[in-house]
């Protein structure tokens, strides 16, 4: 292996554990929104206590899927859920 790619993935194993929780970090900010709008009817997020719908995953690893999630929206809203797509814009990270 060149020292290089040897580098970079020692370099990618040791700053797993800081870009894997500020994933589920913002997984978590996503899946807090979702719930509240209105055209999303149902959200399902291993991690979330206020989510609604089954939790299976929660189950599977250690500390659950928390970085995946799931959402719906009501067929008869299905022009206001793509509007809900197509409004989301970046949030500025904090601090």
């Known amino acids: 292996m060149a020292p290089m790619s040897a580098f970079e993935i020692l370099q990618g194993i040791e700053t797993l554990p800081l870009r894997m929780a500020r994933h589920v ?3 978590r ?3 807090a929104w979702l719930i ?4 999303v009817a149902a959200v399902a997020h291993s991690g ?4 609604s719908g089954p939790r299976p995953a929660a189950r599977l690893p250690p500390r659950g899927l ?3 999630f799931t959402f719906g929206t009501p067929s008869t809203r299905a022009r206001r859920a793509g ?3 197509d ?4 949030v500025p990270a904090p601090g």
């Open 25 to 27: 970090d913002n997984a």
């Open 29 to 31: 900010r996503v899946v």
């Open 36 to 39: 509240e709008q209105p055209p």
């Open 48 to 51: 979330a206590a206020v989510a």
């Open 66 to 68: 928390r970085a995946v």
């Open 83 to 85: 509007s809900l797509v």
């Open 87 to 90: 409004a989301l814009r970046p």
